[in-house]
């Protein structure tokens, strides 16, 4: 699905794209809207072919064989990081708030059902220093993002998350490398422990990346 597929609202720094989203067995309970300034829509995404699954089938099963590799990758990255090679990496201030017109935003959104899988692939998204990409997905308590250089040498980027549209952080992956950041976050599914994630990519140089958001209304089968 790229760009082009989804309907065009508004004009310059306030311009939205929305299109809905089917899930497997064919209901439509769901939409993607992407916002922000339409040039900058426009340059982020001009190479993207939108893949989004909604599974309201799955189980904590399917969402195991999505999340582990992305913890143990995540869980790997901090092991070297203990090695305390790099001290000074301690130290890093966390970057700084883009900036409305440096922002574009990405919604999947719910608009009736409940409990189900997401899992929102987007690849060959461009981002300028200091510009950034927000994706938020629907209420769950189990969630992942990945983000990985589109090939060597292709930039530079921080993956922060948030919940609930809170400022306050609470993961975050910026190991300065080609390797890719990684962040995961889950709580125990009981009623009213739902939050929505709030992923942002904050770009320290240029980068072309390839990125897999998910999460899920349940906690996967460790």
């Not at 760009?3 to 809905?20: E, V």
């Not at 700084?96 to 997401?118: I, K, M």
């Not at 922060?160 to 976050?185: C, H, K, M, N, Y």
Request: proline share 7%.
């Amino acid at each position: 699905m790229k760009l082009t597929d989804l309907d065009k609202n508004g004009h310059g720094s306030r311009t939205r794209y929305i299109i809905g989203i089917r899930d497997i067995t064919g209901d439509e309970n769901h939409q993607l809207v992407v916002a922000g300034p339409d040039e900058l829509i426009q340059s982020t995404f001009r190479d993207t072919d939108f893949d989004i699954k909604v599974d309201p089938t799955a189980t904590a099963e399917d969402l195991k064989q999505l999340m582990q590799p992305v913890r143990q990758a995540e869980l790997q990255a901090m092991t070297e990081r203990a090695a305390l090679e790099r001290v000074e990496n301690f130290f890093e201030p966390l970057p700084p708030a883009s900036g409305s017109d440096q922002t574009v935003f990405v919604a999947l959104r719910r608009l009736r059902g409940e409990g189900t899988l997401y899992e929102h692939i987007i690849p060959l998204m461009y981002v300028g220093a200091g510009q950034s990409v927000v994706m938020i997905l629907p209420p769950v308590c189990s969630c992942f993002a990945t983000v990985v250089p589109a090939g060597p040498s292709l930039g530079d980027i921080d993956l922060t998350l948030s919940l609930d549209f809170s400022p306050t952080i609470v993961a975050a992956s910026r190991t300065r490398g080609i390797s890719g950041e990684q962040v995961t976050f889950a709580r125990p599914c009981w009623p009213l422990t739902n939050f929505v994630p709030v992923f942002t990519i904050f770009g320290v140089t240029i980068c072309t990346f390839n990125a897999i958001f998910a999460g899920a209304t349940f906690f996967p089968s460790w």
